[in-house]
């Protein structure tokens, strides 16, 4: 496994959210450490394709893409000859699941690396195995201990989040911000509505530092995050561009690039942000800060302990009282302490 000169191809098995890919990009960083020389390709959904395209840890991404070409057995046995045909050396495989590790195997790949997760530990030529404890590591350490327990990160290899635009993509996003920097708002949270702060509250926030900061805000969003951003545009008395909907995951990258801060749920873009050292205030109710939170050094992170948070649930089945004890006040507070000269 440590043997340079036998790995010249690696695949990658990226993880199939956007903000857990983020997490993995300092374990990518010191694979590319381990073997400088190789050709490493990421294997992920469109959106987290996207994500990697370009990276410097990266050379190429290829796409697997479920609900298009390879839908069903037929696209799942073309994803296997061309994984196949590309005469891979190494799959490590980051994401968890049984399948990624099938995959890997019917695609013939000698070296197969993962944690031995989900079952499929007898696919693995290269298990690692999992205990209670390193469920509990904030992610970017849960996917770095896998690669020092593989041999291929040293107990040195830092933790520090990347990203990368290209000089085009940063100059779109600034002719499209006139050249300042906002305040990024960002209400949605993919994983589930339990994730979504109300949107009134955003917008009393957004308020508040347009007028005391003089700053422009712009609304962040999926298209499932359409109706919620303009519920907040339409509630403040400030204008703000409403970019929900209206994004690549590109041109996402380069508009959160541009941020003086970033107003978040726990979400994806809320890790890419970090990535690009923007201060994030991030708001916490249902999932676990410990093992979520933005690893950056320009954060802060508004929860309101409740006995049953972190439920880790999609949805509230009572009164989602870990999101509504959190007020505009609390989060405008942390907001100021970021945007005040010096602030870190």
Not at 75 to 103: H, P, V, W, Y
Not at 300 to 307: G, K, Y
Request: positive net charge; hydrophobic residues 45%.
């Amino acid at each position: 496994m440590t043997d340079r000169n036998t790995i010249a191809r690696i695949l990658v098995r990226g993880t199939n959210w956007i903000g857990d890919a983020v997490m993995t990009t300092p374990a990518l960083a010191a694979l590319r450490r381990r073997f400088p020389g190789a050709e490493i390709v990421m294997l992920a959904n469109p959106p987290v394709a996207a994500l990697f395209s370009p990276h410097p840890a990266v050379n190429r991404v290829m796409v697997y893409d479920k609900s298009g070409m390879h839908r069903g057995v037929a696209g799942r046995r073309r994803l296997c000859r061309k994984l196949r045909a590309a005469r891979f050396d190494l799959a490590l495989l980051l994401q968890n699941a049984f399948e990624a590790a099938l995959i890997a195997r019917i695609a013939g790949i000698p070296r197969r690396a993962g944690y031995a997760t989900d079952g499929r530990g007898f696919l693995l030529t290269d298990a690692v195995a999992i205990g209670a404890g390193d469920r509990r590591l904030h992610h970017t350490a849960y996917y770095l201990e896998l690669l020092r327990r593989l041999g291929l990160a040293d107990a040195a290899a830092g933790t520090e989040l990347s990203l990368q635009c290209t000089p085009e993509e940063s100059l779109q996003a600034q002719r499209l911000l006139s050249g300042r920097h906002p305040v990024v708002i960002n209400p949605g949270a993919a994983y589930g509505s339990a994730k979504r702060w109300l949107p009134e509250r955003f917008a009393a926030v957004a308020d508040t530092l347009a007028r005391e900061y003089s700053v422009p805000i712009v609304i962040t969003g999926g298209p499932e995050e359409v109706e919620i951003a303009g519920d907040i545009a339409a509630a403040m008395t400030h204008d703000a561009m409403n970019l929900a909907g209206k994004t690549s995951v590109r041109e996402l990258l380069a508009v959160l690039a541009e941020a003086r801060l970033m107003v978040t749920n726990d979400s994806g873009p809320m890790h890419v942000a970090a990535a690009f050292g923007v201060p994030v205030v991030a708001v916490f109710g249902p999932t676990d800060h410990t093992t979520t939170s933005p690893a950056a050094g320009a954060v802060r992170i508004v929860r309101r302990p409740v006995n049953c948070a972190p439920c880790l649930k999609r949805q509230c089945p009572t009164d989602h009282r870990c999101m509504t004890a959190i007020t505009a006040t609390d989060v405008i507070a942390a907001s100021r302490e970021l945007l005040e000269p010096g602030a870190a």
